[in-house]
């Protein structure tokens, strides 16, 4: 699905990734760990394209492309999607238009007609029960005045709209409450099979309870220090990340 | 300096008197004074406040060097039409009756200029002071046999009224239509004012109209601009609203070279309300200037204006809202915003609220924001497979129907909407 080899990013002059290496096929579940700073987030906002990071080293191969020649749309049209930590508050686009545009986009990349409107009411109600969106906010702005937990669901629920190949969330279970993890956590249970992937970048063992990781990475100072199963998550709450701090800083030296 | 002004008034009076039509419809008096006002202060350079970014002399001088006045006719006006709407039609600033539908409505009269009795006559000039401006005087002047509309009181007009001003030439020209539009106690009315440019020729169009709401009434009134490449227009729109009276404006400027909108709104007794809202896009050269005039004379008074404007390329926006509270006006209310985007780093913005206030007990406020299109959304869109010309789209888009959903009439907002939409 997705091979990432040596791959380094830069902030302005500050390196952030410095040469993550990882493989993910499809049918599998990864988690990302690791403490505040270790570039969790760098890079899920580097595999989605915002432009803000400078790529120095490294390559990525996403479904046989070389994922960083693509521009940030043709790569979700290619099936990479990326859940927000911070989803954008659009006023004035309807979440029904926005997402509108976007399946047909996608669709038109792919050489397929626009979906008629009738489907994809279809799919709009069939995709809002699973994530137990009130179907009121599907007319709303796309996040204006949506609660933080809402907004949460919302990106699961245009995940389930979009039907990616590899999603990544960052760090969906950020604020949210033990119902609405467990709600986000049934939303992805719900669009797992064998064809596709997930990526779920999270600082705590809780999520992990409803999602189920095939493979857990611990990622600090900008590079994956360790690699398990699932356990690995369970010695990381309990022991906490100060233990791996220690670790990995006596390494480097 | 001074000779230099009057020498770009004088050029318009040589070039047009000629051609003008007996003017027998605005008294004497007025008239001298119009003649002598331009002669004295002639056409605003930018050295004058008001019309700091906007140099209307040099664009005489420069665009507007070989008036002729050589007039097209216009025979079908069907294509511009709003199918349900009464329409009226004025050709090169002259009322025609031959183009524009039969007023059979309850409680329209229309008179046109050259039919106006004493009474009627009396009302020209009465709220635009001749002496404060010079498109003012200049249309004094030249003004086209316009029209009188009367809503009578107590009527509630059925359907909205639109009215197309259209202009066509193929050489240089000046037009200069003309109305006054009552709406008398307790009516209501809407109406739609449309101007168009046909023809090859650059024309001038310098726009006036005198409104009175009356007690009790209200005006929704929609003006949709959308001249073209070789459209240049002043806009003066003179307002006055008498008690509990209520005027609403919406304008929409999409094309145009040069525009520039004096839109005054005397709120002149007690609990009155106006609002204008405004939406303009400027492309390539264009310059489009908004000047408002919010003067509120009377206590318990409510104002609110919105306007946004999307700047492309080497245009220029302006916006000056000026908000007058006179001594009187205790309790009054005035709000004022002014949003823009500018889409080019070559895109330039003026906007300035201006607030005089001279009542100790009143509410004013006014806020103005103006930015690039906001890139985190665009990447959140991007990130959903929306490709960037789609979601700017879908940005400037939501930006703008804050404005266009003022419009009430579907058909109307309808066509401006697709209209916004193929321009972005």
């Known amino acids: 699905m997705i091979t990432i080899k040596n791959l380094h990013a830069s902030i302005g002059d500050k390196e952030i990734l410095k040469g993550i290496n990882l493989e993910i096929k499809a049918g599998e579940i990864h988690a990302i760990m690791g403490p505040n700073g270790s570039g969790k987030s760098t890079l899920a906002s580097v595999l989605a394209g915002r432009q803000d990071y400078e790529i120095t080293q490294g390559e990525v191969q996403f479904n046989g492309k070389d994922l960083l020649e693509l521009s940030p749309e043709d790569r979700a049209r290619e099936g990479l999607f990326l859940a927000f930590q911070y989803p954008v508050e659009i006023p004035g686009v309807s979440n029904i238009n926005f997402l509108k545009t976007a399946v047909n986009e996608i669709r038109a990349y792919h050489g397929q007609e626009e979906m008629p409107a009738k489907d994809f009411l279809a799919l709009v109600k069939e995709k809002q029960k699973l994530v137990e969106l009130d179907g009121k906010l599907a007319n709303r702005s796309v996040n204006e005045g949506f609660s933080g937990g809402e907004k949460k669901r919302n990106e699961i629920f245009q995940m389930a709209m979009l039907n990616p190949k590899l999603a990544v969330l960052d760090e969906t279970d950020s604020g949210l409450d033990i119902d609405a993890l467990r709600i986000v956590a049934t939303g992805v249970n719900a669009l797992k099979n064998k064809d596709n992937a997930f990526v779920v970048i999270t600082h705590y063992q809780r999520l992990l309870d409803y999602i189920v990781p095939d493979f857990v990475h611990i990622l600090y100072n900008g590079k994956i220090v360790k690699s398990g199963g699932k356990e690995l998550a369970l010695e990381l709450e309990a022991k906490g990340y100060d233990e791996v701090k220690k670790q990995f800083e006596s390494l480097e030296k | ?289 908004n000047h408002t005039l919010m003067d509120h004379q009377m206590p318990n008074c409510e104002s609110n204006e919105l306007y946004k404007g999307i700047i492309n390329d080497k245009s220029t926006g302006v916006f000056n809202g000026k908000i007058y509270v006179r001594k009187d006006a205790q309790k009054t209310n005035a709000y004022q915003s002014s949003n823009n985007i500018l889409m080019s780093d070559d895109a330039t913005i003026n906007t300035k609220p201006q607030l005089e206030i001279y009542a100790d007990d009143v509410k004013c406020s006014h806020g103005t924001s103006t930015g690039k299109i906001d890139e985190v959304a665009v990447f959140y869109l991007n990130a959903r497979g929306i490709g960037r010309e789609s979601a700017r789209k879908l940005l400037l888009n939501a930006f703008a129907q804050e404005v266009i959903n003022k419009i009430e009439v579907d058909e109307l907002r309808e066509k401006i909407l697709d209209l916004f939409e193929k321009e972005l």
């Open chain 2, 1 to 289: 300096m001074i000779a230099e002004k009057t020498n770009t008034a004088q050029t318009i009076i040589d070039k047009i008197s000629s051609t003008a039509g007996k003017v027998n419809f605005i008294d004497n008096d007025q008239l001298s004074k119009a003649l002598l006002y331009l002669e004295n202060k002639g056409i605003p350079t930018n050295k004058h406040e008001d019309y700091k970014y906007c140099n209307l002399d040099g664009i005489f001088k420069k665009q507007f060097k070989n008036i002729e006045q050589k007039l097209n006719s216009v025979s079908d006006m069907n294509q511009f039409k709003l199918k349900d709407a009464l329409t009226i039609v004025v050709v090169n600033g002259n009322y025609s009756e031959s183009l524009s539908d039969k007023l059979i409505l309850k409680g329209l009269h229309l008179t046109a200029f050259s039919n106006l009795d004493k009474e009627g006559k009396q009302l020209i000039g009465s709220l635009a002071n001749v002496e404060a401006d010079a498109f003012v005087a200049l249309n004094t002047a030249f003004s086209g046999n316009g029209f009188h509309l009367k809503i009578a009181d107590n009527e509630q007009l059925q359907m909205p009224i639109h009215i197309l001003y259209v202009s066509s030439a193929n050489t240089e020209a000046l037009v200069n239509p003309r109305n006054i539009i009552e709406i008398g106690k307790n009516a209501e009315a809407t109406i739609i004012e449309e101007q168009i440019c046909l023809g090859e020729g650059k024309i001038f169009t310098n726009f006036l109209s005198e409104k009175f709401v009356g007690e009790n009434a209200k005006l929704t009134s929609y003006t949709f601009q959308n001249e073209g490449k070789n459209g240049f227009s002043v806009n003066t729109n003179q307002v006055t609203i008498a008690r509990y009276g209520k005027y609403d404006n919406t304008t929409v400027t999409l094309s145009g070279a040069v525009v520039r909108n004096n839109h005054n709104v005397v709120l002149a007794a007690q609990n009155c309300e106006a609002h204008l809202n405004g939406l303009f896009s400027t492309k390539a050269n264009q310059l489009v200037d």
